[in-house]
Structure formats: C-alpha cells, structure tokens
C-alpha cells in the first residue's frame, strides 16, 4: 500500500507559477507510475498529468500542455507538478495518485480508474 500527501497549494494570481509536492510513504515509490488530477469547484474531477517509474514518459490533459510539468525524485519519494501561466479556471482541488501495479508502472495514464491510491488534495486558487 502506498500512502500519498499532498501540499504546496494556495491562493496565487493569474500568470503566477506554483508547485505542488506529493510525499509517498509506504511500499517502493519508483514501483509506481504517477498522475496528477484536479477537481474544480462544482465540477467532476479530472485527468491533469501523469508519468511513469522514472519521470521519462509524461502524458498532459490538452488544458495544460505547455503550462504544467510533471516529475518526480524517486530518491525523495516525491512527485511535483510545476504549474505556470496560471489561469482562473486552474482552480480546483488537486490530487496525486498511484497507478494500480497490475497496469504497469512503465506509463502513465489519463484513465482514473487505473489509478488505486490518493492523497487527500491540496487547494489551488488562481485569482483574475
């Protein structure tokens, strides 16, 4: 099992860049392909990012491409995602998750039901 915690979250302005972190605990993090997904006020959550074992193979949602960038620091179980050319509609409650080790850990993926373990979100709020 695999034990997530996100931070780094906040209230920034339009145009501002933020990291957020995800802390893994519990069984071997470089096991595990990664993802980011992100849950707007009022709204389903969805895919934002996601990488495999080593951080080499990456997959962006079209919304963020060229804004985000996922990675990870296997020697520090942590996951990032560098946010840039922040927007209002960024806004939303994000979570790292862990893909399911039956999927493989040599992709990630945008299909959130090949994802099992979540942290608990961290809040960004992106002011015009």
């Known amino acids: 099992q695999v034990q997530l915690v996100e931070s780094g979250g906040g209230l920034v302005q339009a145009g501002d860049s933020l990291r957020v972190s995800c802390a893994a605990s519990?069984?071997?993090?470089?096991?595990?392909?990664m993802g980011w997904f992100r849950q707007p006020p009022g709204k389903e959550r969805e895919f934002v990012a996601s990488?495999?074992?080593?951080?080499?193979?990456?997959f962006y949602a079209d919304s963020v491409k060229r804004r985000f960038t996922i990675s990870r620091d296997n020697t520090k179980n942590t996951l990032y995602l560098q946010m840039s050319s922040l927007k209002p509609e960024d806004t939303a409650v994000y979570y790292c998750?862990?893909?399911?080790?039956?999927?493989?850990?040599?992709?990630?993926?945008?299909?959130?039901?090949?994802?099992?373990?979540w942290g608990q979100g961290t809040q960004v709020t992106v002011s015009s």
């Open positions: 519990g069984r071997t993090f470089s096991d595990y392909a």
């Open positions: 998750a862990a893909v399911r080790p039956e999927y493989g850990s040599d992709r990630g993926t945008p299909r959130e039901f090949e994802y099992d373990y």
């Open positions: 990488c495999n074992w080593s951080g080499k193979v990456t």
